[in-house]
Every structure is written in C-alpha cells, then in structure tokens.
C-alpha cells in the first residue's frame, strides 16, 4: 500500500533532504519512534503525503481519536496534494522533555484551491513516544 517502490534513494517529502529511508519511513513503518516533536511532525506530514492513515491515527494522542478518524483522513488524504513543507520555529518538544510546539507552513493543492496550511502543532511525549495533541490552523489561499 505504501511502499511499492524500493527506491532507498528517494528524497523524503518532509524537506529534510535525507532519504526517505533514513528519515521518516521508520516511524512510519513502525521500526524506530520519532525521536523529537519535530521528526514527529515531519513524519505525519509525509504520511499524509503517502496516505498512512494508521500512522496518523496511532501518533494522535489517544483522548483525541475518534471512530470516523480513518474515513476522514482517508477523504482528506485523497482530495489533496501536499507540495511542501516549510518549519517555521520549534520550542523544545527534544528527546528529553515532555512537551513540544512546532510551527510551521504545509503547501498542499486541492480542486478548489492552492493554499498553505499555517500551524502551531502541540506534541506530548508519553510511554516515551511522541503524539500529536492539537494545533491552531490557519488556511492562507494563494492568489
């Protein structure tokens, strides 16, 4: 479903420029957790890019996941196309601590319109993973 192709070469979509492999594709696979708020934040991009929707529904913190999580994700997933990723600031959300923010701006392109996404990600470490808890968002259509 996700990874037809073997290419390890692959760029990662989160924009680290590292490949795919060594960057998000082991938390997404499940192999090695997202070490920082950030990769965290990095890899739920790229599986909304690539359509994980069991990935973003396991690193969502569990008292924010709802039944109709899947069928919702799954719509989302395939009436967008996200372009880019750009992070704007992070406040700690490291290896060590319990909580992070990271901000930043996701380029994506549906029917209707080309816009970015504005976030400011909260991120809770627990069981010594990372989760996703909310965020303020902000769409901003391009002209």
């Known amino acids: 479903m996700l990874h037809d192709h073997k290419d390890t070469t692959l760029t990662c ?3 680290s420029n590292k490949p795919f492999s060594f960057c998000c594709e082991p938390a997404i696979e499940g192999h090695k957790p997202a070490p920082t708020a950030e990769a965290l934040m990095r890899s739920r991009y790229t599986a909304f ?3 994980a929707i069991d990935y973003l529904i396991n690193t969502t913190i569990q008292e924010h996941r709802h039944p109709d999580d ?3 994700i799954a719509d989302q997933t395939k ?3 996200w372009t880019g990723l750009k992070i704007i ?3 700690a959300g490291l290896e060590d601590d ?3 923010m990271v901000e930043f701006i996701a380029h994506f392109e549906t029917d209707e319109q080309i ?3 504005h976030e400011r990600s ?3 470490k627990q069981d010594n993973h990372w989760f996703y808890v909310d965020g303020e968002v902000e769409i901003l259509p391009k002209e």
Do not use: H, K, N
Request: charge should be negative.
């Open 13 to 15: 979509p989160c924009g």
């Open 49 to 51: 890019v690539l359509g």
């Open 70 to 72: 899947a069928a919702l």
């Open 79 to 81: 009436a967008t196309t």
């Open 89 to 91: 600031s992070t406040e």
């Open 98 to 100: 319990q909580e992070g």
């Open 115 to 117: 816009a970015d996404l």
């Open 122 to 124: 909260l991120f809770r």
